[in-house]
């Protein structure tokens, strides 16, 4: 059984194609289409994609590059035909700039990884960050446990507990066990504490969508029955989060593979994602390099990435106008 692959992109083709490659080496033969979605970089990303000796180095797999209607950014998308439950016609009215004005709305395909869940022919659809470091074959296990459990929605790394008010009392291995924190998972009409806007977001338990496989067919569901998209910001959530609710309330259910894995060694060293994957192996989050390409704080190093495509896949990146 193969898989495709849904990866954001935004002016990091070097991280992206490196990304690909480190997946290629331990994942290659599992793998048919990469659908890359560029969020309007208009620095010769797209260019360096459909470059030949790029889609030569990754044959047999399939690239397609896909850029959006305009920039979206870490922005929430609205819709009018695709709006989640809560967002009633009184919340419409409330925004109603926001899902008609032509410089705010966007395409169903704008929200990231959509276009990949739509347009894909698999059962199963590999979601990826573009600084994603893959050292042993992630993809085989996903698929090992979906197919071990028709009901799965999801399996990754379960995650976000890092901003989580129930951090001290649970883990992604109690949650595997079958430990549920109070108010699992939030949803509007169940919290017990009003928004914080300091703390940002209010939904925290997700499987990650850095390194996740979904069921297709059960997030087309999802969205036709609750109007969510697994890849839009909604309400208190950051990505994947909101979605992942509506996939707890429906019944389906989700994983973490590796924190499984942990529980069935009963052994003090477990295993961990980073035997797997490394993500923002770089030493920086994705978004710290999106908004200004540094924000004063990182830089984004194009030369390290290049040397190290070089170095650890033999492949010369092919230099182009990039802004």
């Not at 990091?12 to 979605?37: A, C, Q, W």
């Not at 169903?108 to 990949?116: E, H, M, N, T």
């Not at 059962?123 to 996903?142: E, G, M, P, T």
């Not at 984004?300 to 092919?318: A, Q, S, T």
């Amino acid at each position: 059984m193969k898989v495709d692959v849904a990866v954001q992109s935004y002016k990091k083709p070097e991280s992206l194609l490196y990304t690909l490659m480190s997946l290629k080496k331990v994942s290659g033969d599992l793998i048919d289409t990469v659908y890359i979605n560029d969020d309007c970089s208009n620095d010769g990303s797209v260019e360096i994609f459909n470059d030949i000796r790029v889609k030569e180095y990754f044959a047999p797999w399939k690239l397609n590059v896909r850029v959006n209607t305009k920039n979206v950014g870490v922005n929430q998308v609205y819709m009018l035909k695709h709006r989640p439950n809560y967002m009633n016609w009184l919340f419409v009215l409330s925004k109603f700039k926001r899902f008609i004005d032509q410089k705010t709305t966007h395409n169903k395909d704008d929200v990231r990884y959509q276009y990949a869940i739509d347009n894909t022919d698999k059962k199963y659809l590999l979601v990826i960050h573009d600084d994603v470091k893959f050292f042993k074959n992630i993809v085989q296990l996903y698929l090992d446990t979906m197919e071990a459990n028709p009901n799965l929605a999801i399996v990754g790394d379960l995650g976000q507990c890092w901003r989580c008010k129930f951090s001290e009392i649970c883990s992604p291995k109690k949650l595997m066990q079958g430990f549920r924190p109070p108010h699992f998972p939030l949803t509007p009409k169940d919290r017990t504490q009003p928004f914080n806007p300091k703390k940002g977001y209010g939904r925290d338990c997700r499987i990650n969508e850095w390194s996740c496989l979904i069921d297709v067919e059960k997030s087309r569901l999802i969205t036709q029955k609750y109007g969510c998209l697994f890849g839009n910001y909604y309400r208190y959530s950051d990505i994947g989060a909101y979605w992942f609710c509506k996939v707890v309330e429906h019944g389906f259910d989700f994983s973490d593979p590796i924190a499984s894995e942990a529980l069935k060694t009963q052994l003090d060293i477990s295993p961990e994602h980073e035997e797997y994957y490394l993500h923002a192996w770089q030493g920086h989050p994705g978004h710290s390099v999106w908004v200004d390409q540094g924000m004063g704080i990182v830089k984004y190093n194009r030369d390290e990435i290049v040397d190290l495509m070089k170095k650890d896949f033999g492949f010369d990146f092919p230099h182009k106008l990039i802004g």
